[in-house]
């Protein structure tokens, strides 16, 4: 119809109509926005969110596998496990209110004799690892105590009991360097692909043949998930998965039992800090390693106290520490085997050359003196070693002061490197050489650089020498089997709970040496005649022992420290089949104290063999 001009309305202005159509096409940028979110939360996530949803009716319980046992080479059981109460806290379960959350909390620290703030600092490293697992606080909690929060389930929401399994330790202290420690994993172990999969809680081991065979030992947790209600409740016949824990394998060890225990009881029967080692010369199994003072590993399966942390880990005599792979010590004499070996594989040194011994060695205006200012005389290569004369070996130090030959030969027999053990160890020993000092005195790290009297100090296994019983053991096992470096290990085998053999541990030589026969034959002479022949160092102590030796004393001198004991031997001589090294700090003489403790491992070793011989003898004097 048409309108006179009179009878229309108002015209829309111009700004007005701006504004609708702005309006307008907001509205209908936000339908399409909520049209495509709506799409994509049905169509493309749709499955995302269902899976969600149902994962709000369900719940996912781990249970903890217990760990594979470890067997001495016999087959004796060194470490199994216990059933343990763990005391959790689920925090989806705690009170909303935040006054009666933290009543919770510090009750249940009054009763687990904790505090609140390390309560809550427990939680809260947990909770950010993992924000919805339940929360270990305690383990090894009493039976009374599990009684009471029974009995008083609705003052305690979200606390709950669970059943774990422990490290068990039936001989206590034994063999605690090698077999080691179990302990929670922590956050940055978590990010270490070798633990891909595990979660906050999750047991690992953390030293010795816990750690380096811990993926055999570790096993698998089982799995439950059921249903639950929308008050995160059980439903009625709500288990839908079941999935049981599949325990760890079992790792059996190369150590034999009673040579181990009588390395043990040697060293505590001193009573001073030091360690020992006994080893297949041919195969690198070692039959028995320790150190002294020990610690008890069942410490590790439960919360420390504060006294008990500064006994263990800032105790000055160092518990935690082993010893016999981890020591750095000067070796005293017991390094004149490889200054033997150098001096003669490099021509230093003639088989039968016969040096003067007039009791000391003097060079540039320095005096270096035999031990108790001894005078030997006319020796060889052999009678040297016998008495141990430190002046002939003076000689060959200086020989070779400048040719980095007896570095060389040391080097080669394994001191001052990696030795391939398979148990944690971090290497720090030390074979001193021109290039070493000389790059400190560049650096201002010493007042000079290297000087003839730094070799013939080596020679003696003085000087800057900083060395262990392990490295000391693998020179020896070197010369005894005709010159190959043994991988030295304590893993032999992984079983499973029926016994069935699923991997053996057989590592390959680390390397080959060229050990002339000859020299080889008589630096053994030398070192049989030292323990046996009536003018040895250690004839004391081995002249009457029935078994063929070849063992070397040391006194080594530490600033600041009494002198220290070392012996290590070859036996049998002159086809070695084992070797025994042992030191202690501050033991006097080699023969004092090392070696005598060294004997007690060898009739330990060789108890069978030497029943046999002392049979015929009780027959006749019956």
Known sequence: MYLRSDERGPAVSRRLALRLALFGGFAVTLFAILFLRLWLLQVLDGEKYLAE??????????????????????????????????????????????????AELAKLAQLTHSALPRVRRTMHKELKLAPAAPVTLRQDVGHDLVYYLQENQDRFPGVEVQRVFVRAYPDGTFAAHVLGTVGEINGEELKE?????????????????????????????????????????????????????????????TLDGP????????????????????????????????SFPTFEPSLFTRPLSQA??????????????????????????TFKLITAL???????????????????????????KNAGEAVNGSVSLVSALEVSSDVFFYNLGYRMWDSGQLQ????????????????????????????????????????????????????TGQGDLQTNPLQMAIAYATLGNGGTVVT?????????????????????P????????????????????????????????????????????????????????????????????????????????????AAPAARKILEAYFANQLAHKASPEEESEG
């Open 53 to 102: 949803a149902k994962n709000n009716r369900t719940r996912s319980f781990r249970t903890s596998a217990p760990r594979g046992e470890i067997l001495d080479r016999e087959g004796k059981v060194l470490v199994a496990n216990r059933t343990s109460l763990a005391l959790q806290v689920n925090p989806r379960k705690l009170p909303t209110d935040s006054r009666q959350r933290r």
């Open 259 to 290: 040579v181990q225990a009588a390395g043990e009881a040697a060293m505590a029967e001193r009573g001073l800090p030091g360690g020992f080692i006994t080893m297949d010369v041919h195969t690198g199994e070692i039959l028995a390693l320790g």
């Open 488 to 508: 030295p290990h304590v893993g032999k085998e992984v079983t499973d709970a029926a016994g069935r053999v699923l991997r053996e541990f057989d590592p390959k």
């Open 408 to 459: 060389h030969w040391a080097h080669a027999l394994g001191i001052g490197r990696p030795t391939g053990i398979d148990l944690p160890l971090v290497n720090q020993t030390l074979l001193p050489s021109k290039r070493w000092r000389d790059q400190l005195f560049k650096e201002g790290g010493t007042d000079r650089p290297w000087s003839p009297g730094d070799n013939i100090q080596l020679a």
């Open 193 to 253: 692909p070798r633990y891909k999969g595990l979660q906050p809680g999750d047991k690992i081991g953390q030293e010795g043949v816990e750690d380096t065979y811990d993926r055999y030992l570790r096993g698998r947790p089982g799995l439950t998930r059921i249903q639950v209600d929308a008050l995160g409740e059980p439903t009625p016949n709500g288990r839908l998965v079941s999935k049981p824990p599949a325990p760890g394998k079992n790792l059996k060890l």
């Open 308 to 333: 008990q942390v500064n006994e263990t880990y800032r105790n000055p005599a160092a518990p935690l520490t082993d010893r016999a792979i981890a020591g750095q010590y000067p070796t005293g004499s």
């Open 510 to 593: 680390r390397r080959h040496v060229r050990i002339d026969p000859a020299y080889r034959a008589a630096i053994l002479e030398g070192l049989h005649d030292a323990a046996q022949n009536g003018g040895g160092t250690s004839f004391e102590v081995f002249g009457n022992f029935p078994i063929p030796v070849a063992g070397k004393t040391g006194t080594a001198q530490r600033t600041g420290h009494a002198d220290q004991s070392w012996y290590g031997v070859l036996a049998p001589y002159p086809n070695p089949r084992i070797v025994t090294f042992v030191t202690m700090e501050e033991g006097g003489f080699g023969a004092e104290s």
């Open 342 to 368: 150098a001096a003669l594989e490099s021509g230093n040194l003639q088989l039968n050359e016969v040096i003067e011994d007039p009791g000391q060695f003097e060079i540039g205006g320095e005096v270096f």
